[in-house]
């Protein structure tokens, strides 16, 4: 008798929680990016004092650790970022050009019935509009489980190729790599040497990206909505918790119909483009700004040379 009980019970909570009209739901996530292969070249770094490595650290966590909200219903979804003061200082310079790349922005729209979305960003003082059709994932479905929060999770996995424009894609050369690279450059010439030497203070050199990431996934279809956080989506349930290898983004709370509903509705900031013509213009910028450290031994002194054109 009880097992006959637990099934019909589901099914009728599931008839009065999103059989409603006017269904909508609240998820919290809190993302972090793994930094350990930045601090060990931070470590390694004899210039760096310890007062300026535990600076650096400190501005790293603030942009590799951050809270976000997904606000969803039936068709449609927001996720922001949760607002929070910021102390003086802290988003200054380099450090406020990286933060563009945390996979952050204002609102991130989705609407899973149009395969569409829309996400203001914005980079060096200028606002994007970007609107495109929403990515396809080919989602393959595990038969591993796990619990979140109390939900049953299920677990899927895909197969990405590495976004040039999200700094958590990046990764630190290996040493392998960089020394190979360093051989190569110096062809019998000292000048060729000297330009070596400044590459090697040039940040954007000591990175690079892979050409594709693994996407490990965990839905519950016990919350059946086709959404996720940022733009993850295509899973028959919401999306718990998203793994790269890199970056976890993990929901630390769900509220079903909350009291307080908000208007979910795309953002209309920003001048309009699309994804690729959006990854195109950043790209370029990066590779200006990865010029201009060159050219000034590494310092960076020239970022606020930079200037988007309109």
Same mark, same amino acid.
């Not at 630190?172 to 190979?180: F, G, N, Q």
């Not at 009291?259 to 195109?280: C, F, H, L, R, W």
């Given at each position: 008798m009880k097992k006959i009980f637990l099934p019909i019970a589901f099914f009728l909570y599931f008839i009065t929680v999103y059989g409603q009209k006017n269904f909508q739901g609240l998820a919290v996530y809190e993302s972090k990016t793994s930094t350990s292969d930045f601090k060990k070249r931070f470590e390694g770094n004899k210039e760096m004092t310890p007062e300026m490595q535990k600076s650096i650290e400190e501005r790293m966590k603030k942009m590799f650790e951050k809270t976000f909200i997904l606000n969803f219903d039936k068709q449609t979804s927001i996720y922001k970022e949760e607002e929070k003061l910021d102390a003086p200082g802290q988003n200054g310079g380099g450090m406020r050009i990286m933060a563009s790349f945390?996979?952050?922005?204002?609102? /991130? /729209? =989705?609407? #899973?019935?149009?395969? *569409? /979305? %829309? #996400?203001d960003k914005e980079f060096m003082g200028k606002e994007f509009l970007i609107k495109d059709s929403l990515k396809i994932y080919n989602w393959v479905m595990e038969s591993e489980t796990r619990q979140i929060g109390g939900y049953n999770c299920y677990k899927a996995t895909t197969v990405i190729p590495a976004s040039k424009t999200d700094f958590r894609n990046f990764r630190?050369? !290996?040493?392998?790599?960089?020394?190979?690279e360093n051989k190569m450059a110096e062809i019998n010439s000292d000048s060729t040497k000297t330009i070596v030497k400044e590459k090697k203070t040039n940040f954007m050199d000591e990175i690079e990206l892979p050409k594709e990431i693994t996407i490990t996934a965990w839905y519950t279809p016990e919350i059946p909505v086709n959404q996720g956080p940022e733009g993850y989506w295509g899973l028959p349930g919401l999306i718990l918790e998203v793994n790269d290898g890199k %970056?976890?983004?993990?929901?630390?709370? #769900?509220?079903? *119909?909350?009291?307080? =509903?908000?208007?979910?509705? @795309?953002? %209309? *900031? +920003?001048? @309009?483009?699309? $994804?690729?013509?959006?990854?195109?213009?950043?790209?370029?910028?990066?590779?200006?700004? !990865? $010029?201009?450290? $060159? +050219? $000034? +031994?590494? !310092?960076?002194?020239?970022? !606020?040379?930079?200037?988007?054109?309109?």
């Open positions: 945390m996979g952050g922005g204002g609102t /991130y /729209y =989705k609407n #899973v019935k149009d395969k *569409n /979305y %829309t #996400v630190p050369k !290996r040493e392998e790599d960089k020394k190979v %970056t976890i983004i993990l929901c630390s709370k #769900v509220i079903l *119909n909350p009291k307080d =509903k908000v208007e979910i509705k @795309a953002p %209309t *900031n +920003g001048k @309009a483009i699309s $994804q690729k013509e959006y990854d195109e213009t950043i790209t370029k910028k990066m590779e200006e700004f !990865r $010029q201009m450290n $060159q +050219g $000034q +031994g590494g !310092r960076g002194g020239q970022v !606020r040379g930079m200037r988007f054109g309109g």
